[in-house]
């Protein structure tokens, strides 16, 4: 398997446009989760699906931020509009519940940067 | 709520040697995990050891392990004949097993730099 697979690697925009990150979680896995991680406030998780069902999105810092697994292959995390704060490294995970010693597999990370 | 806390954001340590790595937790769960990751600069998170909180033995993988005292709620990672790749951030995290799915929480990370 490839791994969990983020799109894109890099993306710098500026202040007001649309950001969209996409991930791909491996195969097979039931729960896809979306993190935040920046220096002040490390890794920070913003929201979890199970099954292509949002479970807990109050992680998610404002009304700007959005997320979508419209399948069990693929979910989008979308900011409108951004701003610079949202400046950060962003993650997403999958895992499988087998039993209770599954664990988060992350992704690369999208860093992104907004001017 | 559950926290985390690494109260070392950034350490070294001279090749060869040994450094441990601090964390400790609140919680008033009985049954939980523990873990930690690590980050090169390639920034993908690498799981590095796990702790269930219900055995007594403390985890270990090759030249990482952990002294965990669930009383103290401490769960220090000990990375034995540092090598230069272990430059990384180090990450230790939390882990609440619900029925609607796994709560991770994460503590702010340790910089280690290993010095040639």
């Known amino acids: 398997d490839a791994g969990v697979i983020q799109s894109p690697r890099h993306e710098v925009t500026e202040m007001g446009q649309e950001v969209t990150l996409r991930c791909k979680p491996i195969?097979?896995?039931?729960?896809l989760f979306w993190y935040r991680q920046t220096m002040m406030r490390g890794l920070e998780l913003l929201i979890y699906f199970n099954n292509n069902v949002p479970i807990d999105d109050s992680g998610m810092p404002e009304d700007r931020f959005s997320a979508k697994m419209p399948n069990a292959s693929f979910s989008t995390l979308k900011i409108q509009p951004s701003e610079p704060r949202d400046s950060a490294v962003y993650f997403c995970a999958s895992s499988f519940r087998r039993g209770r010693l599954d664990t988060q597999y992350f992704g690369p990370g999208t860093r992104l940067t907004v001017l | 709520a559950q926290t985390v806390t690494q109260s070392q954001p950034e350490m070294s340590v001279q090749e060869a040697e040994t450094v441990t790595l601090s964390c400790t937790y609140d919680?008033?769960?009985?049954?939980?995990?523990l873990f930690w990751y690590k980050q090169p600069p390639s920034r993908q998170m690498i799981l590095v050891i796990r702790q269930e909180a219900y055995k007594q033995q403390n985890a270990t993988e090759n030249r990482f392990s952990v002294n965990f005292q669930k009383a103290a709620k401490s769960f220090s990672l000990k990375i034995s004949d540092s090598q230069l790749g272990d430059t990384a951030m180090y990450f230790c995290a939390f882990m609440k097993p619900e029925n609607t799915g796994n709560q991770f929480y994460f503590g702010t990370g340790t910089s280690l730099t290993v010095i040639p």
């Open positions: 919680t008033s769960e009985n049954n939980y995990y």
């Open positions: 195969s097979g896995h039931d729960y």
